[in-house]
């Protein structure tokens, strides 16, 4: 009889323990960009960059009124699920950053169409879609399209392990390799490379959709936790240590 509830309370610690949250297992390092409860860390969409900064403030304030409206936390067992309702506008991370891994993962309805910008440039492509997410849809010169289709059916979870470098992009999608190292083009003028730094951005297309488990870890050497493909592990192991 002991054994037996020694074994059922190992059981449930395990199940328990697989429920803390899959993106722990990726080690130090990250930290939540959602708090389950508001908006913290996040403002309303006003412009695309080359035109946010000449905004005032009256602006940035009706934007976040608008996402504090459209954007909102939702119960979904243990977890807190950010969810936007297909009106308004994108929502906007009120920082900045350079190089990066992002965790994050997102859920659409049947024909969604959504995505991720990385330092404010469009985007690691989410739709519905036969082509399959994670491209990077904006690009021209380089590879849009994803190397495989790897969504999960509409209506289920999909995760994004996003990495940027530079300027070079790679995404994997439910663990598998859709984007390998390459180039994120910048939409707003093709002749630039990039920005060096901006933020990320949930985009939408007045669709309903939703966003868990949204982590980031800062790269400050060009290697903390990148999980590269072929060419960037390549690229990675050049690097001087």
């Known amino acids: 009889m002991r054994m037996s509830l020694l074994c059922a309370c190992v059981s449930m610690v395990a199940i328990l323990s697989g429920c803390a949250g899959r993106h722990d297992t990726f080690g130090p390092g990250f930290n939540a ?21 000449a905004l005032d403030q009256t602006a940035q304030d009706k934007a976040d ?24 506008e994108s929502l906007v991370s009120a920082r900045d950053y350079t190089d990066f891994r992002l965790l994050i ?3 659409i309805e049947k024909g969604g169409d ?41 209506g289920e979870w999909n995760t994004f392990d996003i990495t940027l470098i530079g300027d070079r992009v790679t995404v994997w999608l439910n663990d598998t390799l859709v984007v390998d190292d390459v180039v994120l083009e910048n939409y707003f003028d093709r002749s630039q490379p990039v920005y060096a730094s901006g933020p990320i951005e949930l985009q ?16 400050t050497d060009g290697r903390t936790g990148a999980r590269l493909g072929p ?11």
């Open 33 to 53: 960009m959602f708090n389950g409860k508001d908006l913290s860390g996040w403002k309303g969409f006003t412009a695309d960059p080359p035109k946010r900064d």
């Open 65 to 88: 009124d608008s996402a504090r409206a459209h954007w909102t936390f939702v119960g979904e067992g243990w977890r807190r699920v950010l969810k936007y309702d297909g009106k308004g």
């Open 105 to 107: 993962d997102w859920k």
């Open 114 to 154: 959504s995505g991720i910008y990385l330092r404010g440039c469009p985007q690691v492509q989410i739709w519905d879609n036969p082509i399959g997410s994670g491209g990077l849809y904006n690009n021209q010169k380089g590879l849009s399209k994803p190397l495989i289709f790897a969504d999960n059916p509409v």
């Open 204 to 219: 939408n297309h007045g669709n309903t959709l939703w966003f868990r488990d949204a982590q980031i870890r800062e790269i």
């Open 231 to 241: 060419e960037g592990r390549r690229r990675m192991e050049q690097m001087p240590r």
